[in-house]
């Protein structure tokens, strides 16, 4: 056994390997009924501005969105899930660490197609992952990151393939409860 583990490289191939062999592959084909479909009533989604009780965002779409959040927290939607991966779990902190475009709940610009979804979805994620292979993930994580900010960047990086991988299968799981349903009017 060796100590010349190449950290960096096993983290980036964890994520990777999820991205282009389970969640990806399993959000080709999205449609926006889908991207869309409440499984519940209450369930929370991307809306028309003006159609939800609580929101954020800057655009024509608002994300629901209650902070702290209601207990116990709503279910929530193939959009709701793919903006929070895109805001919440890439884009702030690609925008705080690695310079990307700033990026916040209030000010992002929630798509109400699934196609443009994606399309937010795979830039940030590259970010990421470009951001990820040019850190030193020794260093600290610094302040606004969600971690503590003592904490090395490798930390910071399992809890963000770890985000990737929860909600890439709550994703997959609501497109197999979708195709299922017999109730799709929702």
Sequence with gaps: MTNDLDWKELLLEQAEWHWHNQLRPRLNGLTDDEYRWEPVDGAWNVRPRGTGATAVGSGDHVLDWEYPAPEPAPVTTIAWRI?????GVYGMRVALLFGGPPMSHASHEYPGDAATALRQLD????????????????RPCGPGTGMDE???????VLHVHRELIHHGAEIALLRDLYRGSTDRGR
């Design 150 to 156: 003592d904490y090395p960047m490798a930390a910071l």
């Design 83 to 87: 903006a929070h991966l895109v805001v």
């Design 123 to 138: 830039t940030v994620y590259e970010a990421w992952i470009d951001g990820i292979r040019k850190s030193d993930l020794s």
